[in-house]
């Protein structure tokens, strides 16, 4: 019955689609802030990966549309209709945790509820937090890390003028975001060819849907055997968790180096093996490579005591070192993208502002006018709100700026590579400060840095590359573009709604302190605390100046190679990210990949390649299902702290 024909008609993006996309938005929005809050567990949003939306598009194909089809017939939804709705969950998913809610609210109270007579935050932080930015009441802070006393409703009120402050600004942010990418969709789609290879996991799902009961990967052994090994070894440690005495088998290892200066971690994320089976051997090849380089640089630097005055700041690369040669290889990239798209980019502009009749942008989600606006009106918001609220309109300028290059060279990076689970290795704030000095900022410009945490630290997730990608997968779709853009509007907002009230019922509920404490709040607030009392001196400018000009002149020397040496096997991509923080937990994984692929490919060519999709395809959603399934019976069974294997 599995391969009975079927034919659904043709449809656009319906209004169906959209609200069904709009409910499960707003499910993420609940679901990732609760599994990482109460359940302290992996994360479903905090990867350019996007696990959640996977897993929910793996339910709706695998269970959901054939119990429709079952029920009737042509009138399930079809492959253009869950395209749609799998772009809202990815757009929705940079929204509910590291993308903004969940930072955010924490980073604006944490100040106000840990501040201490040892750490002196009354005096050296407080005083540069605006009334308008985050709640000045002592109560409010106090009550969302130790809960309210039962039947007391939760203050909305004293968080009526940050939240819409805040909103206001990422709404600014998102606006930059889409626009730039809309001006860049079609150069790197049409022109250059991108492969964005984190479409082709849930596009080969989706293959089948029209005419078949169940698509063509959910019929084949070679995906369900893999993906029941991984379920199985995945399950290990929630089981384990249940019962101690079940065998154990660790997935992951860390080995030191260089006299225990260095450690290198060895990481069987079957997640990160699937995805890397899409994306190309000498992209995937860069990648393990330069990041063993720059464990070794790192290593030999610790070892002959080599280093950079200052600290290397959290979230980065392994060394201040390699984290300003990686700075210098994105700005370097970052030219060169724009150089290869300045004839495109002229075209765009004549269209935005002359109205050429020669230049077509029907095709897009925003008319080359209204994103041009939008990029222009929307950074001149970000740094007037950034100015309003105490920075110097060169220091605003400066970090909007910064920001905003380092989220478009990540999006970059991952349509070219397809890179699932990464980050920057350089923060824009750790990058104004070590760069230009303290005169630029002062304390109350370093305190407002420290609060842009809430949505420029961890490079995770981000609208951008979400929106980005969901463009590439809704094209040639028949519907018009217009559409595209409503869900991802619809999707944004469903879901930061849906995770402020969930993030405020839990921590008023609960009490935010009782709850699971992540890294990036603390973060914030110690690289405030340790810059405000050291300041950064003339030499530590020069110093990583320096190592960010020597990482651009490498990167420079990559890029010539790999555009003049025919057979120059590695993609410079891999030194902008080999060195960033994420990767040092997925490059052995991202080795597997490659070496698996490598195999296949020299062994049976390019039919063994296609032959061997749903077992990568198995690997990938055995271990987002797994992590779903664990999630789920835990949520029932009111079990906490069982932490998941799902992402990096």
């Known amino acids: ?94 929204v509910p945790t590291w993308g903004l809610v969940t930072n955010l609210l924490h980073i604006l109270t944490r100040p106000f509820y840990y501040a201490t007579p040892e750490n002196a935050w009354t005096q050296i932080i407080l005083p540069h937090i605006p009334t308008w930015l985050a709640p000045r009441e002592t109560s409010l802070a106090f009550d969302f890390y130790n809960g309210l006393p039962q039947g007391e409703p939760i203050p909305w009120r004293g968080w009526v003028v940050p939240v819409v402050a805040w909103t206001c600004f990422m709404v600014a942010v998102w606006c930059v975001m889409v626009g730039l990418m809309v001006l860049f969709r079609r150069q790197w789609m049409e022109h250059e060819r991108l492969a964005f290879p984190l479409t082709h996991p849930p596009l080969e799902l989706l293959k089948g849907n029209d005419t078949r009961l169940l698509p063509h990967v959910f019929t084949t052994a070679r995906f369900w055997i893999p993906f029941a090994i991984v379920f199985f070894l995945i399950s290990i440690r929630p089981i384990r968790f249940r019962w101690p005495d079940f065998p154990d088998l660790p997935l992951d290892t860390w080995l030191p180096f260089f006299n225990r200066k260095v450690w290198v971690s060895f990481y069987w994320n079957f997640a990160i093996i699937g995805i890397t089976y899409f994306i190309n051997l000498d992209v995937a090849a860069s990648l393990w490579v330069f990041h063993l380089v720059a464990k070794l640089q790192t290593g030999a630097f610790n070892t002959i005591g080599l280093g950079l005055a200052g600290r290397n700041e959290y979230l980065t690369a392994s060394s201040p070192a390699t984290a300003h040669q990686s700075m210098g290889a994105i700005l370097t990239l970052v030219l060169v993208v724009v150089w290869r798209a300045r004839h495109h980019l002229r075209d765009a502009l004549r269209k935005a502002l002359f109205n050429a009749p020669d230049v077509d942008d029907s095709g897009e989600i925003l008319s080359y006018r209204q994103a041009l606006c939008a990029i222009v009106f929307g950074a001149v918001f970000m740094v007037g709100w950034l100015a309003s609220a105490g920075l110097s309109w060169v220091a605003a300028a400066l970090f909007v700026g910064v920001a905003l290059l380092l989220f478009f060279a990540v999006t970059r990076i991952v349509a070219v590579g397809g890179i699932g689970f990464t980050a920057s290795p350089m923060l824009p704030q750790a990058f104004v400060v070590y760069g230009f000095g303290p005169r630029l900022l002062g304390p109350r410009g370093i305190t407002l840095l420290a609060l842009q945490y809430s949505w420029a630290a961890e490079y995770r997730t981000s609208v951008m590359t979400s929106s980005l990608n969901g463009m590439y997968m809704t094209r040639g779709r028949g519907a018009h573009p217009r559409r595209v853009l409503l869900a991802m ?141 664990w999630m789920a019976l835990d949520f029932c069974a009111g079990i906490v702290s069982d932490y998941v294997y799902i992402g990096a």
């Not at 209004?15 to 929005?29: K, M, P, T, Y």
């Not at 119990?67 to 799998?86: C, D, H, M, N, W």
């Not at 698996?596 to 061997?612: C, E, F, P, S």
């Not at 999709?613 to 779903?628: A, E, N, R």
Request: glycine share 12%.
């Open 1 to 94: 019955m599995r391969g009975d024909p079927l034919h659904i008609p043709r449809r656009g993006f319906t209004g169906r689609a959209l609200v069904v996309g709009g409910l499960l938005s707003a499910f993420l929005g609940l679901a990732c802030p609760y599994s990482v809050l109460v359940m302290r567990t992996a994360g479903l949003t905090s990867d350019y990966a996007t696990p959640g939306a996977m897993m929910l598009l793996f339910v709706l194909v695998a269970l959901v549309n054939p119990l429709l089809k079952l029920l009737f017939g042509p009138r399930a939804f079809s492959t253009s209709e869950l395209v749609l709705i799998y772009t809202m969950l990815i757009v929705a998913s940079a």
């Open 489 to 629: 509007a619809i999707a944004v907002f469903a879901g930061l709604f849906a995770a402020l009230a969930i993030t405020f019922q839990l921590s008023y509920t609960h009490g935010g302190a009782n709850l699971h404490r992540f890294g990036v709040p603390w973060m914030a607030f110690d690289f405030a605390q340790y810059h405000i009392r050291n300041p950064i001196t003339p030499q530590m400018i020069g110093e990583r100046w320096l190592f960010t000009g020597i990482g651009a002149v490498i990167m420079w020397g990559l890029v010539f190679l790999r555009h003049n040496v025919a057979r120059w096997p590695l993609h410079y991509i891999g030194f902008v990210m080999g060195d960033a923080w994420v990767m040092g937990h997925a490059w052995w994984s991202v080795f597997l990949g490659w070496l698996a692929k490598y195999t296949i490919l020299r062994i049976g060519g390019a039919d063994a390649y296609r032959r061997y999709i749903p077992v990568f395809l198995g690997l990938l959603f055995g271990q987002f299902v797994c992590g779903g399934f």
